[in-house]
């Protein structure tokens, strides 16, 4: 089992960057990939970056591709992620999540998520 705790959110203007931590509880974290999702306001939540078990392996949505940069550290349990250019449409309540699958690109695919943390972009 998994317990997932976000943080680093906050405000920044446009342009700007932000690196939000994911930290993992538990032993078995190494066994899990790792996903970022986004939710804004009246929107489903999407999908914006995924990191496998052993961090050889990411996977980025298009929209965040060369902006967003993902990376784990399984021994210290945490999981980044690397934000540079943000965009005002960026803005939203970022999740890290766990699967035991190899990768994952949609919600119901993944078996734990933190309480999230807001990054807002201002114009």
């Known amino acids: 089992q998994a317990q997932l705790v976000e943080s680093g959110g906050g405000l920044v203007q446009a342009g700007g960057s932000l690196r939000l931590s994911c930290a993992a509880s538990?032993?078995?974290?190494?066994?899990?990939?790792i996903g970022w999702f986004r939710q804004a306001p009246g929107k489903e939540r999407e999908f914006v970056a995924v990191?496998?078990?052993?961090?050889?392996?990411?996977y980025y949505t298009d929209s965040v591709k060369g902006r967003f940069t993902m990376s784990r550290d399984n021994a210290k349990n945490t999981v980044s992620l690397q934000m540079s250019s943000l965009k005002p449409e960026d803005t939203a309540v970022y999740y890290c999540a766990a699967t035991r699958r190899r990768v994952a690109t949609v919600a119901y695919e993944y078996e734990y998520w933190g309480q999230g943390t807001q990054v807002t972009v201002s114009s």
């Open positions: 538990g032993r078995t974290f190494g066994n899990y990939a």
């Open positions: 990191v496998t078990w052993n961090g050889a392996d990411t």
